[in-house]
């Protein structure tokens, strides 16, 4: 069912749970109205290329999925909530098109915000996760010389 600009949603849960759902429908116009209607919203892919406006992130999305058709399994790792902010850490394992290697994993975080129309998604930032600095840094010795 299509979103409409001013759907409410009562938690972040929900914005994420819609974000999920759209992308892999690969709509970009729905995904974008999950955004806050703000011109400093931001989307940073694991590119590296920072997206700022609803316009560049549309744009980015649909050029996205213009080349390939996604599939992302999210695994959800830690959750803060206030009253009007909110920030969710996730990993992501993508599956692109019918190939079954997954690619990733990604680390992702959304920052949802609350507004007029309920929780809106303000920032999403994903980059490729390298586990081994924090390996290294979880087995290197505590002692100071």
Not at 15 to 43: M, N, P, R
Not at 81 to 104: C, K, N, R, Y
Not at 105 to 132: E, N
Request: charged share 20%; net charge negative.
């Amino acid at each position: 069912m299509p979103l409409t600009p001013s759907a409410n949603f009562a938690s972040p849960d929900d914005v994420e749970h819609a974000f999920y759902e759209i992308l892999a429908t690969g709509d970009a116009e729905q995904l974008t109205k999950l955004w806050a209607e703000d011109e400093e919203s931001l989307c940073v892919h694991p590119t590296g290329a920072r997206l700022t406006g609803l316009g560049p992130i549309r744009d980015s999305w649909r050029s996205i999925f213009g080349n390939a058709k996604l599939r992302v399994r999210a695994e959800p790792i830690a959750h803060w909530q206030g009253s009007v902010l909110a920030i969710h850490h996730l990993m992501e394992t993508l599956f692109v098109d019918d190939d079954p290697t997954p690619h990733g994993p990604l680390h992702v975080t959304h920052v949802y915000a609350l507004g007029p129309h309920g929780w809106r998604l303000v920032a999403r930032h994903a980059s490729a996760a390298d586990d081994s600095h924090q390996a290294m840094a979880e087995g290197a010795s505590h002692t100071l010389h």
